[in-house]
Nanobody, 112 residues
């Protein structure tokens, strides 16, 4: 199983970023996936998830209405569209396969 994030960067408040996660080594459509962030000095926070069976989604209250999680079954990617970014969105963002807890290496998002 391999998960590789991309798309992080340094942006100003109010800007947008789109994170992507490329998955390999498992049948992508069979698993629920999530994005988790780690901000400096704070606990990890699950910000969004997308489940199988109709693509039910979950968002943390802190990002609801600003972030959108989606998946492309071909070619095995899912995305986190982040709009209206705030300084408190700064952190390392990880894509996670919920079952068995596989994590990517993370991508840094800095809003300043």
């Amino acid at each position: 199983v391999q998960l590789v994030e991309s798309g992080g960067g340094l942006v100003q408040p109010g800007a947008s970023l789109r994170l992507s996660c490329a998955a390999s080594g498992f049948t992508f459509t069979n698993y629920a996936m999530s994005w988790v962030r780690q901000a400096p000095g704070k606990e990890r926070e699950g910000v969004a998830a997308i489940y199988t069976g109709g693509g039910v989604t979950y968002y943390a209250d802190s990002v609801k209405g600003r972030f959108t999680i989606s998946r492309d079954n071909a070619p095995n990617r899912w995305h986190l569209q982040m709009n209206s970014l705030k300084s408190e969105d700064t952190g390392v963002y990880y894509c996670v396969r919920i079952s068995m807890g596989y994590w990517g290496q993370g991508t840094q998002v800095t809003v300043s």
